[in-house]
């Protein structure tokens, strides 16, 4: 017989979610920016850099790999974002700064979504931030990507009904 008993015979479990309705959604894309997370926005490849290279290096690397933007990293970390606003910004009137580390004209703590985010966050941190790449990081901190203006046109075109 067991003595450690919660519940006596009359008392009935009630299920605290028996009457619960699943969220329901205007279109495929509301639901995918609802329920999708943001790595399933294609995030890679992306470009990255030490915050040590030059302001040359950098301008080299995203010229010769046709991007605008490269993240800054330091042992897989994320620590900056060098983009052509930082660029045209800080460097273009300036050009003794070509020699100098990039982490001098580098976005410094830049905005990111976790790859576990719905895509929607990503979204938003586009139109509300206003920034046009986002890097995506890991549950670690880990750099797993970059989110741009073109992959998540790409997204949202899947997604949008037909």
């Known amino acids: 017989m067991n003595t450690n008993q ?8 009630i299920d605290p979610l028996h009457n619960y309705e699943p ?8 639901q995918a920016l609802s329920e999708e ?18 302001v040359a290096e950098a301008i080299k690397l995203l ?8 993240l800054v990293e330091e042992e897989g970390k994320l620590v900056g974002i060098f983009t052509d606003r930082d660029l045209l910004n800080k460097v273009a009137l300036e050009s003794e700064l070509l020699t100098h580390p990039v982490h001098e004209v580098m976005t410094k703590n830049p905005v990111f979504v976790h790859d576990t985010d719905s895509s929607g966050a990503a979204l938003c941190v ?37």
């Not at 919660?6 to 479990?13: D, S």
């Not at 969220?23 to 509301?30: D, K």
């Not at 010229?63 to 490269?70: D, E, I, L, N, Q």
């Not at 890097?135 to 997604?159: K, W, Y």
């Open 6 to 13: 919660n519940t006596t015979a009359t008392e009935e479990f």
């Open 37 to 54: 997370p943001v790595a399933a926005i294609q995030a890679r490849p992306y470009t990255s850099i030490s915050p040590q290279a030059t």
């Open 63 to 70: 010229a010769t790999r046709h991007v605008s933007c490269a």
């Open 23 to 30: 969220r329901s959604y205007h279109n495929t894309l509301e």
């Open 126 to 162: 586009m139109a509300v931030v206003g920034h046009r790449h986002v890097p995506v990081l890991d549950s670690n901190q880990r750099i797993v990507g970059i989110v741009t203006p073109q992959r998540i046109t790409s997204f949202l075109l899947g997604h949008a009904d037909a």
